[in-house]
């Protein structure tokens, strides 16, 4: 029998499990030429759990930057407007928050970190300088333990003889350890929720190994929660609890990462994982895997948005219908045939 203390009970631990970000129906517009506005990003729905990893893939143009930004509130600083839904962060709504407030949990709620470190970090000021300006800003601490802060955060990204290299300029570090820099930044202000975006796309392959060991490192020892931005499937398979893989400014599929490599229920999520390279197939599979591109917003096609590219399309159908997101086992996928299709993953060997 269950009890009121069993219902109470249940109701507790629902509330403690509330996403830590909560994005809902999340629309984006850019102005077009023609004087109107042009949607990029729509109908975007996720959650990222407090100390989860969650990972927003697909091809480029797909929308992963422009919502990353929405989250951290820099879409009407990129030109943008959002027009519909919400991003609730701890059960606030920032849409509906003013700009400072926002700014203020830029600082400590939140952090983002970019594929470029260098750029963002400023060649005029030691990197010391930099985080111990952060933490100042944001956290009101002294000079003196700003600047042990930095270290400290220096020494928590792993970088070596960090008492020492605290007071070397930007330029004085290769691009990981720049990016290594620019997560202590971040992370000097203990966010809850770190946004990477395409955080290893320009380093080389040995390298960006050692970033998201940093940052499955951080995880555990900090519990901050990950939203990691990617192009690439491979990379995120070892780092991501959940997978959110948008297509065309729209979600195609949402799941498990541990389900989503074996059973991906969306044609393009399967296409996805056709091109990552794998042993003892031949790299023809890789380059034809998803023949075509994304197609601009302004084009998008009126039924499902990958149909022009989709191998198992019914015509007359999915080309004319918009399919909605449906409930599936692993999670949700938008696709008008999902419950047709027994779609190819990788292969367990
Ligand atoms: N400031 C902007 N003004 C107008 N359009 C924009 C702006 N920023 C992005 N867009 C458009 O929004 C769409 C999605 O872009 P976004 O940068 O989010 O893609 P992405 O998935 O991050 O791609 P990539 O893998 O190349 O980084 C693109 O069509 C892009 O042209
Ligand atoms: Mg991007």
């Not at 999915?318 to 692993?330: G, I, L, N, R, S």
Request: some cysteine; proline content about 6%; glycine content about 10%.
């Amino acid at each position: 029998m269950v009890t009121m203390t069993d219902l109470m009970r249940k109701e507790q631990f629902d509330a403690s499990t509330e996403p830590l970000l909560r994005v809902r129906d999340l629309t984006i517009e850019f102005p077009s030429g023609g004087g109107g506005w042009q949607t990029t990003v729509e109908g975007v729905s996720f959650d990222v759990g407090a100390g989860e990893s969650v990972a927003l893939v697909g091809e480029s143009g797909s929308g992963k930057t422009v919502s990353s930004l929405a989250v951290m509130g820099l879409t009407q600083a990129t030109g943008g407007r959002i027009s519909r839904g919400s991003i609730e962060f701890d059960g606030r709504d920032l849409t509906k928050v003013p700009e400072r407030e926002w700014r203020k949990l830029r600082g400590t709620g939140m952090g983002m970190i970019f594929q470029q470190p260098i750029r963002s970090l400023n060649p005029a000021y030691t990197v010391g300088d930099q985080i111990a300006e952060s933490v100042r800003k944001h956290l009101g601490l002294s000079r003196k333990e700003a600047m042990a802060r930095a270290v400290e955060m220096l020494e928590l990204v792993q970088i070596p003889r960090a008492k020492e290299r605290v007071g070397d300029y930007p330029h004085a570090f290769s691009g990981g350890m720049c990016q290594r820099v620019m997560i202590a930044m971040v992370m000097a202000c203990n966010p809850r929720l770190l946004i990477a975006d395409e955080p290893t796309t320009a380093l080389d392959v040995t390298v960006q190994e050692k970033i998201l060991d940093l940052l499955r490192d951080l995880q555990e020892q900090t519990g901050v929660a990950l939203l990691f931005v990617s192009h690439d499937l491979a990379v995120v398979a070892e780092l991501c609890q959940r997978v959110v893989v948008m297509y065309a400014g729209e979600i195609a599929e949402n799941a498990a990462a541990e389900e989503v490599f074996f059973r991906p229920q969306h044609p393009y999520t399967s296409g996805l994982l056709a091109s990552i390279p794998q042993p003892g197939l031949n790299a023809d599979r890789r380059l034809h895997a998803i023949p075509g591109g994304i197609p601009a917003a302004a084009d998008w096609p009126t039924g499902c948005r990958f149909s022009p590219r989709c191998p198992h399309v019914a015509p007359g159908v999915c080309d004319v219908e918009h399919p909605a997101m449906a409930q599936v086992p692993t999670g949700e996928a938008r696709c008008l045939r999902v419950q047709d299709l027994d779609l190819q993953g990788v292969s367990v060997r």
